[in-house]
């Protein structure tokens, strides 16, 4: 018979409510009925005491879980080669809370709508030993290349998600647009504010200007051709598909950006300056030949 397992709650992982850091223990198969079974009936236990699912686990706690028969087998069972995800993933920088990941255009954030392989994925199975895998803290469009923040401890996705949600991290972004630009003077920025409404058959959803929610964007061109704009563009809400649709509403289009009226991909759309707090972090497009940035 299997003797309960008992683990020393770390750094990475204090602050966490008890339900999360079972769902991270056991991993993301096991349903979460057995992990309120296993709390309702003393089978987990927090320094020796039963505990609730919303308790706060702090450093040095010790957690008894029961016997791992499930989650193990779970966990440790070969997987199909042929379904195994790679592991290959792009840092940008590093520091004790953050993993700044240059995430390629064409990989989703998130797997899910036919899509198995991702850059959590990626980053699961990289960091599979940690006592906490780092988590995404915001998104990008698949065709969207650049900069994707992942905090590897509990407090710093807390605190991150309360700086998004409050409008403090900067995300800026560089993009190659369709089109001579006339909205603003060179390097003279503009900001451009509309009403976004996602609308369109199922798999075809796009966002379209008029109604809606608020979406706020500045936008400063580096670069102005005949045919082309290098716009930088730094946002102010976070709506999907914004920097894309709030352009091409004005007849500026990402090119590349099949779906808004910019042409055949690859998508010219990069997230190339991310700061939150203290941290700031910058990685220049991969763009080639005449699309290439090579300094701002």
Known sequence: MNAPLARTVTPAQAGQKLIQYL??????????SVFMRWIRTGQVRVDGRRA????RLE????VRLPPFAV???LRDAPKDEGQGAPVEIDIAAETDSWLVIAKPAGLPVHPGSGWADSVQTRINAAYADAPFIPVIVHRLDRDTSGLLLAAKTHRALTSAHEAFKRGLAVKEYLCWARGFWELSALKQPVELCDLLEKSGARGQEKMHAGSGRQARLTATP?????GRTLLRIRLHTGRTHQIRAQLCSRHH???????YGGGKPPMYLHAWRLALFEERFEALPPWTGTFAVNAL
């Open 23 to 32: 769902k991270r223990a056991a991993g993301a198969d096991v349903p979460g």
């Open 52 to 55: 609730k699912p919303f308790d």
């Open 59 to 62: 450093e040095g706690q010790s």
């Open 71 to 73: 989650t193990s087998a």
């Open 222 to 226: 580096l670069v102005i051709e005949s």
């Open 253 to 259: 289009p990402v090119i590349g950006d099949a779906k």
